[in-house]
């Protein structure tokens, strides 16, 4: 398993923050971050957070929590499949500290930790659904106390020992691990996203996808509902004094509450991520997608202190007029033409005048999707809103704020397709953005869309691929687990990415009696041993050469022959980045360019013989700094973001 590169600087995370965790006493913050690295801060004064040391793991950091008992333990959870636990000083120095114990046989990305009240044992959750106890004084595995049908998010341990689960299949589980059988289960048609126990032991708080927190008894019984936000709850956690609990939800905002369901505050601030938050002596710690935590007074909602830099990972592209456009998470667009040479790289690509760049601040929002036609582009946000702007950048036309991530577009037959974290699908006018339509949605978030014929296509987390228009669609596969994104090719081939490990392309044949598509060829590609995030297609139909990029910072290739089926086809690898493969643009027939979580982008093409080569390479960082240098000196008409 390769190691994460991100060379952060030298404050704060190079990559949005995924979790917060307040030490017992307050005075010591924890964050996570798809970095692959846990900072811990001094907060004993909020306005001014110091920060002390950084842990290190091989891949993303998805949570945190200190020990009950023993205060200068901290157990970490990554999605390089371990837990570590650290011993960290009360003033550590600048040298990287080693954990005492790491917990290493878990089959799965682990998603969220909690210790048992004995502050020896630990609980991890992780994404093949599992609960399971370890002994981490010697590292021992103790058993398994839960399995959830799909993703386990989130654990949660009472003071007098009861654990509770919960996870994307709408089950909420609470059971005592020193009493076998005492397992009790509840249901919901919605995934359940978050939970915690009041100090109390008393009340237990879930979060689920359809916005709604519930408050429940340790029996499960519900004591009331709390409707959050139109979007997904998914972060929960109580004041010292269970008078009143704080709710991050996909809306972008931090939502306080007290004892009994009345609201007290909505705190929205669009660089804020609230899939984590954390409450201790007054203060709530969120996370976000700037290089550190945000730090509130519960009392007020009023921001003590704020992350000081944006990050600019790469979430979508697309190509205007000759541009290549990437849209990033700190709510800029960065445009620049990628037929301009950067830098000489190992596969011979040659020295030239770096390319001029436009940095383009479209939003305070993450941006999260792209499409273009010939006139403007389409940027899609996490806070919700469509924004179209002309080639300048400048803006023409908005959305109003739907609360929901706006997670994929397609520019299509006269129509703007939005494809939306809860799974619809929206037909908006390319001119003014007016909604004209709506089509019968996804049963999860829509992760990609493509232009596919006179339609398009569309995947989503319910493990579904989809062609047609609007209205009228048919589902072509499903995979084993969700479907990261869709590509397509001449109106006749459709290719998928799961987190399954593997890549589906068919070629499809449209029956005109049915209004129906179906394959005439369909291959499944096995992938690494992690799940593929992207994919496109380039070449013929007839003979197309599939190109993917995974979680495990590989871009792969296949050639597919359809009149050859010999089974499962593995890929080769072309390339490799320093973090995950983030999304893929075909720039034309033989061309497509690349981006990674570690700011570069390839320029990759296909040669005489069909191999894929590469022929550039960009950083985005370097991009951003000489589109300011340029800016300062007079010579960009452009403003920039951050």
Avoid at 198 to 213: E, I, K, W, Y
Avoid at 459 to 483: I, M
Wanted: charged share 25%.
């Amino acid at each position: 398993m390769r190691t994460i590169d991100l060379r952060p600087g030298p404050t704060g995370h190079a990559a949005p923050v995924t979790d917060v965790a307040f030490r017992p006493d307050g005075t010591r913050l924890a964050t996570c971050s798809y970095d692959g690295t846990v900072l811990l801060w001094d907060v004993t004064t909020p306005a001014r957070p110091r920060q002390l040391t950084r842990l290190h793991h091989r891949r993303l950091v998805n949570a945190a929590r200190w020990n009950p008992v023993h205060t200068d333990l901290l157990a970490t959870a990554s999605a390089d499949k371990t837990v570590a636990v650290w011993r960290i000083p009360e003033c550590p120095d600048t040298g990287r500290l080693a954990p005492l114990t790491v917990l290493a046989r878990h089959t799965d990305d682990v998603n969220a930790v909690d210790w048992m009240p004995d502050g020896r044992r630990l609980i991890c959750v992780s994404e093949d659904g599992r609960a399971t106890l370890w002994d981490t004084r010697t590292g021992a595995f103790a058993g398994e106390v839960g399995s959830h049908a799909a993703h386990c998010m989130r654990v949660s341990v009472s003071r007098d020992g009861l654990v509770a689960t919960v996870g994307e299949d709408g089950m909420i589980a609470v059971c005592d691990p020193d009493r076998p059988g005492s397992t009790v289960v509840r249901h919901r048609a919605a995934s359940v996203e978050g939970c915690a126990w009041s100090h109390s032991g008393t009340t237990l708080a879930v979060t689920r996808d359809d916005g709604v927190v519930e408050l429940l008894t340790p029996g499960l019984a519900v004591r009331r509902t709390v409707t959050v936000a139109r979007t997904a709850a998914r972060s929960v956690a109580w004041a010292e004094d269970d008078t009143s609990f704080v709710v991050g939800a996909y809306d972008g905002a931090l939502h306080v509450f007290d004892a009994e369901g009345r609201r007290l505050h909505r705190v929205h601030d669009a660089r804020m991520w609230p899939r984590s938050a954390a409450v201790a002596r007054g203060l709530v710690a969120v996370g976000g997608f700037w290089n550190g935590p945000h730090l509130l007074d519960l009392a007020t909602g009023t921001a003590l202190a704020e992350p000081s830099a944006p990050n600019h990972g790469p979430n979508a592209m697309t190509v205007l007029d000759g541009e290549l456009l990437v849209g990033c998470d700190s709510g800029t667009v960065v445009a620049f033409d990628p037929d301009l040479n950067d830098t000489d790289g190992p596969d011979g690509a040659v020295l030239g005048a770096p390319p001029p760049v436009r940095l383009l601040p479209v939003s305070d929002s993450p941006v999260l999707s792209l499409a273009a036609d010939g006139q403007a582009f389409y940027a899609g946000t996490y806070a919700g809103q469509v924004h179209r702007c002309n080639a300048d950048g400048e803006l023409t036309a908005v959305t109003d704020r739907s609360d929901t991530p706006v997670t994929a577009l397609c520019r299509t037959a006269g129509l703007l397709v939005a494809g939306a974290y809860d799974g619809a699908l929206t037909g908006l006018d390319p001119a003014s953005l007016a909604e004209t339509g709506r089509g019968g949605p996804h049963d999860g978030a829509v992760k990609s869309l493509e232009p596919f014929g006179d339609g398009f296509a569309s995947a989503a987390t319910d493990r579904t691929t989809a062609v047609g228009g609007l209205r009228h669609r048919t589902t072509l596969w499903e995979h084993g687990n969700l479907v990261n994104a869709v590509a397509t090719l001449g109106g006749r081939v459709v290719a998928t990415a799961s987190r399954d490990h593997t890549v589906k392309v068919g070629l499809l044949e449209r029956s005109p009696e049915q209004d129906t598509w179906e394959p005439l060829h369909r291959r499944t590609l096995l992938g690494p041993d992690e799940s593929v995030k992207c994919v496109t297609l380039l070449g013929d139909p007839d003979r197309p050469v599939v190109l993917a990029g995974s979680y495990d910072f590989g871009l792969y290739r296949w050639r597919i022959d359809w009149d050859d089926d010999t089974g499962l086809g593995s890929g080769r690898r072309v390339d490799e980045f320093r973090q995950g493969v983030s999304c893929m643009c075909r720039l034309d027939a033989r061309r497509a360019a690349v981006a990674g979580w570690d700011g570069q982008i390839l320029i990759v093409g296909l040669d005489a013989e069909d191999e894929v080569r590469v022929l550039r390479r960009f950083d985005l960082d370097t991009l951003a700094l000489r589109a300011r240098k340029s800016l300062w000196a007079g010579k960009s008409l452009w403003a920039v973001a951050g």
